[in-house]
């Protein structure tokens, strides 16, 4: 048994490409692993904390070993909670719409709070930086209005994919499967809509 955890970055709900190809996936998945867990984190409902000025220096002080000041450990505490409830996870699914050629904000300020040094990744002066979440896969359904194929000069403005792949390496995933849909705002959105439907489904089997 394995507990499988969808992060849902998209706010439009059945309007979304993503959230509706994930959808896809997540009724796949329940079909052929029936007995694992799944659970959906909503971003534009959870309760995801500004890392802000108390929360950084809370952060700052655990690095440097001083007792937090009033209000910095709950703070401190509310990051290592939402760390914790992620690290939970067995497997990942990450879908996200494209917003200005990159993240929503909501999914960029939930990677602020739990990409943390000493939870997600360590540090070494000699052999440099470590990801800490390791041995468990991540499947991303990226969704976008526009076609930004890899090699093209286009891509040059794909800040999406490219970050998630590489944040989501940082904090060692190595096993980060992408699965695209694009470009939704074409007449021919629907169809690609029902293709990648296809292959999240066959990618849910497999995951």
């Excluded at 300020?109 to 979440?133: A, E, H, N, R």
């Amino acid at each position: 048994m394995a507990k499988l955890l969808h992060i849902q970055a998209s706010p439009m709900d059945d309007l979304s490409f993503s959230a509706r190809t994930a959808r896809a996936f997540l009724d796949a998945y329940r079909k052929a692993h029936p007995a694992d867990p799944v659970e959906t984190l909503d971003l534009w409902k959870a309760d995801i904390p500004a890392f802000d000025f108390t929360a950084a220096s809370g952060k700052y002080k655990v690095m440097r070993g001083l007792p937090h000041a009033d209000g910095e450990g709950r703070a401190w505490q509310r990051v290592v909670e939402l760390v914790d409830h992620f690290k939970s996870a067995d497997k990942i699914l990450l879908s996200s719409p494209m917003w200005n050629f990159g993240i929503p904000y909501r999914l960029k300020q939930y990677i602020d709070v739990i990409v943390q040094p000493g939870l997600t990744f360590s540090y070494d002066p000699k052999t440099g930086y470590s990801g800490l979440v390791t041995g468990r896969p991540v499947q991303l359904i990226l969704a976008r209005g526009g076609e930004y194929p890899q090699g093209s000069q286009a891509a040059g403005f794909d800040h999406q994919r490219p970050y998630l792949e590489l944040i989501l390496g940082f904090i060692g995933f190595t096993d980060v499967r992408t699965l695209v849909v694009e470009p939704t705002l074409s007449p021919a959105g629907d169809e690609k809509l029902a293709v990648a439907i296809s292959a999240a489904q066959e990618a849910a089997r497999n995951f």
